[in-house]
């Protein structure tokens, strides 16, 4: 980690981050840890300050581990047409992200895929309802 | 004019009674968003918490395309600001102009030095405040996804923050701020209107608050005056002079400025520590005590 | 000269006719119920008749019957709550959020802020807050669960009725383990019997949880303290500073 810091020294131009209210990211999930997974959504969360979607993924030793991946906030979601019971349980999904330095089947949630690539919790795509 | 006392004396006394009862105030309620009021100095300090796409520790940069967040997160706020108009008016540090802000320079380096200490945390005190959902203390950064109410009741000016159920009661009639063992994270705000211009003066900060990524904590020391002026149906200017005297030599002020949402935009409940699990995916589980 | 004096006192009659002539009305002729208010009771221990044990003041219920009519599963889970309450009471044990009613009778101050258009409630506990519409308008539909329930108001008379729903299940009525589900609906009602005393009913239904819906009632008091005013009780904080004081731990 230390090294890491020596690199960032020179030059910085912080650019200003349209989610400055929310806090970072980089102090809980670990950049080193990108995770990529394929499973079937057991529950989808809306609560605040995070939505959570937790996903049931069957490891190379047939194990089945429920993932819990950390979204949004909710609201957002919410103010853009995506209601409480959005995504059923049972649909199969294709979730990226960013592992919890705690180790845990945690992470942050980047991207969501469906089987025929439609990117869900996406601003263009809110189901209609 | 030839008013007897008597007469004069009821003039001044129904005077206040009508400021109190709250008619005498220029209106500005309804729900707003916020803009400008990111105090970005000329020179920030290196911080590995920085998001942004110049940190080789943020993930903005990477080939796989992962960014902070995905750019829906920020879209709620394409709800909220549909149909403002696009406002150029005074934002960000605005005194002193070359955003060199008046660090006493021990200060500058101990904050510098806090930093670089914040990712990974070294312990409890170098976890940014707001992933605590903690209370905000100060307007700070932008904030594209949690509207504000302003509300005015007899005798006070209120506002309610979506973000993390945050409320500020400013009352107006000349009452003095609390004793001085009494410390707050939001400070003990009182105010009165000066034309169109709500003044705003807050004490009693807690020193447990942030300004900015930058500068991750300000003293129980600070006092703050901040100005509301309603520029026009729409739009209420706001500035903000920051006095800390343990950390600056002089204040230094910011800018930024609140507009109206369309119609049909309503608060939404912010619930932030219920939800959290932040301090557990820094530090793993605390030990069980019994 | 007796002209203008029977239309005053008809004026004065009229007022009165209602509410005492303590109370104040707002600007569009409601009682005014801006101010700081607080329970004087043990409801936030637990809301039906209690004895005194250590730490736990006694009290008379606010249960209108003192009985909470529970479907037997969940009387069960009530007893279950009661014992392990010191972890599993999500208010004392974690600070979140306390919903409604509990809100209204924890040992906090908190603040009416009326207005013709809005009704806010702040709360001194973890700054809990309400923002209540009174334009008429219906629950949102879709809304993500809440902890302290999305209120809509309006008034009956000189009654603020305020109809609050789409709550989460995670909260408790009181630290006694008396619980609800996601289906919860409270209807409350606010009456200023004077100017300092409010009227205070909250009527509860939850078809998962109860045979029939129930009722809480209770005064608030006025804070009359001077310069009375809402402070600040951030139990998440200092529980982090507690917890968290030895991090890292791995």
Excluded at chain 2, 50 to 75: A, C, E, H, T
Excluded at chain 2, 111 to 116: K, S, T, V, Y
Excluded at chain 2, 160 to 182: C, E, K, Q, W
Excluded at chain 3, 158 to 164: A, G, H, I, K, Q
């Amino acid at each position: 980690m230390r090294k890491v810091l020596a690199l960032a020294a020179a030059g910085l131009l912080l650019v200003v981050v349209r989610l400055a209210a929310h806090h970072a990211f980089a102090a809980e999930f670990d950049v080193n840890q990108p995770v990529k997974v394929h499973g079937t959504v057991t529950k989808v969360e809306f609560v605040n300050p995070h939505a959570w979607i937790y996903v049931d993924v069957k490891g190379d030793d047939g194990k089945i581990v429920n993932w819990h991946f950390e979204l949004g906030p909710p609201n957002a979601l919410f103010r853009l047409g995506w209601k409480k019971d959005a995504v059923p349980e049972g649909t199969v999904v294709d979730i990226t992200g960013f592992r919890a330095k705690s180790g845990e089947a945690v992470a942050n949630g980047r991207s969501i895929t469906l089987p025929d690539g439609r990117e869900l919790f996406s601003g263009g795509s809110a189901p209609k309802q | 004019m030839l008013l007897s006392n008597d007469v004069r004396v009821v003039a001044v006394l129904f005077a206040a009674v009508v400021a109190a009862s709250g008619q005498a105030q220029p209106d500005l309620q309804g729900m707003y968003t916020r803009s400008g009021v990111v105090g970005l100095e000329a020179q920030p300090p290196e911080n590995p918490i920085d998001p942004s796409g110049k940190n080789p520790l943020s993930v903005s940069n990477r080939g796989d395309g992962l960014g902070p967040y995905p750019g829906i997160f920020g879209q709620g706020g394409t709800v909220l600001r549909a149909g403002q108009a696009r406002q150029q008016r005074r934002t960000g540090i605005v005194d002193p102009e070359d955003r060199k802000l008046p660090w006493k320079p021990e200060e500058d380096a101990k904050r510098r030095d806090f930093l670089l200490h914040m990712n990974p945390a070294a312990d409890l005190r170098h976890v940014e405040l707001n992933a605590r959902c903690a209370l905000p203390g100060l307007f700070q950064g932008e904030d594209g996804n949690n509207p504000y109410q302003f509300l005015q009741p007899p005798g006070a000016v209120v506002i309610l923050y979506d973000y993390n159920h945050t409320s500020r009661v400013i009352h107006l009639d000349g009452r003095p701020h609390v004793g001085p063992d009494i410390r707050l994270f939001m400070g003990d705000s009182i105010g009165h209107w000066e034309g169109n211009t709500l003044i705003v003066d807050t004490t009693n900060f807690n020193g447990r608050i942030a300004y900015s990524r930058e500068i991750p904590y300000l003293s129980d020391q600070l006092h703050t005056v901040e100005r509301f002026t309603i520029a026009d149906a729409n739009t209420i200017d706001y500035e903000v002079t920051i006095d800390d005297p343990v950390l600056f030599t002089k204040p230094w002020k910011v800018a930024g400025y609140f507009t109206r949402v369309p119609k049909g935009v309503e608060s939404l409940e912010f619930a932030c520590a219920e939800g959290s699990q932040t301090l557990v995916n820094i530090f793993g589980k605390p030990p069980e005590r019994r | 000269m007796s002209r203008v004096r029977s239309i005053i006192a008809c004026g004065v009659l009229l007022s009165a006719a209602v509410l005492p002539q303590s109370v104040r009305r707002t600007s569009d002729g409601k009682p005014d119920l801006n101010g700081i208010w607080q329970a004087l009771n043990t409801a936030a221990w637990d809301i039906q008749d209690h004895t005194g044990q250590l730490g736990v003041p006694p009290g008379q219920g606010v249960v209108e019957g003192n009985a909470i009519p529970y479907q037997p599963w969940a009387a069960a889970k009530k007893k279950e709550n009661f014992t392990r309450r010191a972890v599993a009471d999500p208010t004392e044990a974690n600070c979140f959020l306390p919903g409604v009613p509990r809100a209204n009778y924890m040992p906090h101050p908190f603040e009416i802020v009326q207005t013709p258009k809005t009704i806010a409630i702040a709360y001194e506990f973890a700054h809990a807050l309400r923002s209540i519409p009174m334009d008429g308008s219906p629950h949102p539909d879709g809304l993500p669960d809440t902890w302290m329930g999305d209120s809509r108001g309006r008034w009956e008379g000189d009654t603020l009725v305020v109809d609050v729903n789409s709550f989460n299940d995670q909260t408790w009525f009181d630290h006694a383990g008396n619980f609800h589900s996601d289906a919860l609906h409270v209807v409350e009602r606010y009456t200023l019997s004077n100017a300092d005393h409010i009227s205070y009913e909250a009527t509860v239904e939850d078809p998962k949880v109860f045979t029939r819906p129930w009722k809480m009632s209770m005064p608030l008091y006025r804070r009359l303290d001077k310069n009375a005013k809402l402070l600040e009780y951030e139990c998440v904080f200092y529980q982090q500073e507690e917890k968290f004081k030895n991090a890292p731990f791995k």
